[in-house]
């Protein structure tokens, strides 16, 4: 018995974590995407054999309709200008304020059974972007569909760090469609950290170092190039990776790990038989960065500078969340 193959299109599509998702739910062909950065177009066409390099905001009503039929349109479109760790100018942003416009008008044109979107939390609950967001869902309505939304957390889905992220599902009839609630007992950061001999002297930073950056928060560590910055200071980080339970003494030079239950041989022995108890702070490496997003280890990330990289992964949905709510979705196709 064949599975049934659903057309998907990929739309702002980064290094595809929408596409890996939907690899992982089965019987969906990813058969167009969309990337407007040619750097990343190219990362993604070396991992999935597309040619996603395209000016979306240039698309003709007649180029789209040259694409095909589509039964699910994903996009991540651009979150910073909603995010917190932007300049938060919304729709007046100049370089990506008008990419729901032209989202929009993909969807108008395509008319696919359904549509998953993904953004930061912060569009439902800023309060500068209330109507924003509610203009967002009247126009999805206006083209015919039921829209819910849930702000959904990547540690209900097995994952190591909350990231807050709104997820958007249209459907020409949504009145029984539930998201996912997620059962997978959350991970802890000793869950990806790579081996000690591994480690570069670059996976390190100075006190002086950490000092300057000290304010910026986990959330901006995960959401760009500086991805591959530390993560470790006091308890408490509220954001993407509060399931670390550890802490750096203010006192001690060098990594103090207070919680090896949860960092296991992690300790200070192995940082002295490396030469790196120094003064200086571990910093969370871009391959455990792309682990805790779930992106494969095959992944290939050869045409990517570091930065590029940084950037890809920062800016990815988290696979394991996108997977579940597209397992719902695919019920109502």
């Known amino acids: 018995m064949s599975i049934m193959k659903y057309a998907m299109a990929d739309l702002f599509a980064g290094g595809g974590g929408f596409h890996l998702a939907a690899n992982k739910v089965g019987g969906i062909e990813v058969t167009y995407a969309c990337e407007y950065k040619k750097n990343i ?83 439902t609950s800023l309060k500068k972007f209330k109507e924003t967001f509610a203009f967002i869902i009247e126009s999805l309505e206006g083209l015919g569909y ?5 702000v959904l957390r990547s540690c209900d889905f097995g994952n190591v760090q909350i990231r807050k992220r709104v997820y958007i599902v249209c459907l020409r009839d949504a009145d029984n469609f539930v998201f996912p609630v997620g059962n997978s007992k959350a991970k802890t950061v000793g869950d990806v950290l790579c081996p000690v001999a591994d480690l570069v ?64 041989s992690w300790d200070m022995g192995e940082y002295k038989d490396r030469g790196y108890n120094k003064g200086l702070y571990r910093r969370l490496t871009l391959q455990e960065c792309s682990k805790i997003q779930g992106y494969p280890y095959a992944y290939n990330w050869s045409s990517a500078s570091k930065t590029l990289k940084g ?17 719902e979705v695919v019920k109502f196709l």
Do not use: H
């Open 41 to 123: 177009a190219k990362v993604y066409e070396d991992n999935f054999g597309i040619d996603s390099f395209c000016d979306m905001y240039t698309l003709k009503d007649e180029d789209i309709k040259g694409l095909g039929i589509f039964d699910i349109v994903t996009a991540g479109f651009p979150c910073q200008p909603f995010s917190s760790t932007g300049a938060q100018r919304g729709f007046d942003d100049a370089t990506s304020g008008g990419a729901f416009k032209a989202l929009l008008n993909f969807i108008r044109v395509s008319s696919p059974k359904a549509v998953i979107l993904e953004n930061v939390a912060g569009l």
């Open 146 to 150: 039921s829209v819910k939304w849930k």
């Open 201 to 264: 002297m670059d996976d390190f930073c100075t006190q002086a170092y950490f000092d300057v950056r000290s304010r910026i928060t986990v959330e901006k560590i995960l959401c760009g190039e500086r991805v591959g910055d530390f993560i470790w200071k006091f308890r408490g980080l509220s954001d993407s990776l509060p399931i670390l339970d550890t802490k750096i003494s203010d006192t001690t030079k060098g990594i103090v790990f207070r919680d090896t239950r949860i960092l296991d």
């Open 311 to 327: 950037y890809i992964i920062g800016n990815s949905i988290t696979v394991s969340v996108g997977e579940a709510v597209i397992r």
